[in-house]
């Protein structure tokens, strides 16, 4: 019971909001002019199975759960003043039938136009004029994953002659009004994504909350299982490999083990230290200059004893440096014969010596490494070179990002080869022009080999295409 104080008057004009879902005896809403007591009312029965109609019987609710909006000329019924509104569910029988009301109004309406006398007369929300939306869901694409969505379609106001300049859209049955749900009526769609599966109770309505419209439910349906025939946790559709476990790089290339052509060697680094060990260090350095193995903080322990380390080095050219802090190298005379080699496994020296002063480097090359690859970079402005592909895998187009130890690199060439090693694309540019996006979007999926190559300069790395 709600203290209103109202004044009736012929044009009085009641409206309000019902739902139920589940049918009492009796749903109304009633006033009364000075007294607790609930027979002396008079009111709007919308719903209910006893058929009281009170003084006045509004259009019976559906009985389907929806919000129904109502609007009763209440005035041409009561007159005078009421002190109480009264919300009745009457359900003597079971106890279950249950009323929901909301956005009640009483107000004046002189000119009968359905608005209130100090509105003015505001654009209508009939015919044309309602807002509407086509609804389209999309399911959940895997189980957990809550990826489904709901797309709105809608035609602005200004078609129909409005002025109104937003629509605005729940999927909780008009419970809540998103801000991030409110878009521009001439905007055309909106989706809602990232939805678990689920049913979802659809309204619109124009901005600053005009016409509120029942769309009806939308259902987001669960997702299956997607085939794993490789049991990887990658579905097949989105596997980089198909056939082998996607988590294991052991080259760290961005290609899983399974679908990377490169093949490793295994080499050796030895070296007999002499009796200064802590002057010694070296390191073993990829052509991007970063080092694949190293050794250095060697103490008085070490001396006159032999190091050995392996690693197994994927195709490539390397260099081996060896530096010695005072400057007299680690062979030979007074303080010993060290020496260094650097070996394959079949016995092939890749690098040896001893006899240097602060440092000394060698040059080697693992696999089938184009001679030019091999070629030394001169100038005193050496840094280091680097390639980088992205993404991994590609589709219709792959990143390139790459430097030069000499920077003064301007032509380059672009070649692809597919894996039996047949070039399918090769490209001239302008290192200053180019804005490091490849088009390969005429590429089959499978795996390639992306080579750079810059005056006497080489880079290289493999690649996946998935479409």
């Known amino acids: 019971m709600i203290e209103i104080d109202y004044d009736f008057t012929p ?7 019902f739902r139920s879902d589940t049918e009492g005896e009796i749903h109304e809403v009633a006033f009364n002019q000075n007294t607790l007591d609930l027979n002396q009312r008079t009111g709007a029965v919308v719903y209910g199975n006893q058929g009281y109609a009170g003084d006045f019987t509004a259009a019976p609710y559906p009985g389907d759960g929806t919000w129904q909006s109502y609007s009763v000329p209440i005035g041409t019924r009561i007159n005078g003043t009421f002190r109480y509104m009264v919300l009745i569910t009457d359900d003597d029988a079971s106890a279950e039938g249950d009323s929901y009301f909301r956005n009640i109004t009483l107000f004046e309406d002189t000119n009968g136009n359905g608005t209130p006398d100090e509105c003015g007369t505001p654009e209508p929300c009939t015919g044309t004029d309602v807002p509407t939306a086509t609804v389209a869901g999309t399911d959940e694409t895997v189980t957990g994953a809550s990826d489904g969505s709901i797309t709105f379609t809608f035609q602005e106001d200004a078609v129909n002659g ?24 001439d905007s055309g769609s909106f989706t809602v994504q990232d939805l678990a599966p689920g049913d979802y109770r659809i309204f619109t309505r124009w901005g600053e909350g005009d016409c509120e419209q029942d769309l009806g439910t939308t259902t987001i349906a669960e997702g299956g299982t997607c085939p794993d025939s490789d049991n990887d946790g990658v579905c097949d559709d989105d596997d980089i490999c198909e056939g082998s476990d996607d988590s294991i790089d052991s080259d760290n290339d961005g290609i899983p083990d399974g679908c990377d052509s490169d093949t490793c060697e295994e ?29 250095s903080g060697y103490t008085n322990a070490d001396d006159f004893t032999t190091l050995t380390e392996s690693v197994c080095l994927e195709q490539g050219c390397y260099d081996f440096v060896i530096y010695d802090s005072y400057g007299d190298g680690i062979c030979c005379g007074q303080y010993g014969d060290g020496n260094y080699s650097v070996t394959k496994s079949d016995g092939t020296i890749l690098a040896s010596g001893g006899t240097f002063t602060t440092s000394e480097s060698t040059n080697f090359c693992i696999g089938s490494t184009p001679l030019t690859a091999r070629l030394p970079v001169l100038g005193s402005n050496i840094d280091k070179n ?4 992205s993404p991994v895998p590609a589709n219709s187009h792959i990143n390139l990002e790459f430097e030069f130890k000499s920077q003064n690199v301007e032509l380059l060439v672009i070649e692809i ?4 090693g047949k070039l399918v694309i090769s490209q001239n540019i302008n290192s200053e022009g180019f804005n490091g996006r490849l088009d390969i979007s005429q590429l089959s999926n499978g795996t390639y080999l992306l080579k750079l190559k810059g005056e006497n300069q080489i880079l290289s790395k493999q690649f996946i295409v998935k479409h």
């Open 162 to 185: 409005g002025t109104r300049t937003a629509m605005e859209f729940s999927i909780d049955g008009g419970a809540t009004w998103p801000q991030a749900y409110s878009v521009p009526d």
């Open 386 to 389: 680097h390639l980088i592909l």
């Open 417 to 420: 080869f597919d894996f039996s």
């Open 267 to 295: 080499v050796t680094v030895s070296i007999l230290f002499d009796d200064y060990a802590r002057e010694t260090s070296w390191e073993l350095l990829n052509s991007n200059g970063v080092a694949v193995l190293s050794g």
């Open 11 to 17: 044009n009085t004009v009641l409206t309000f909001d």
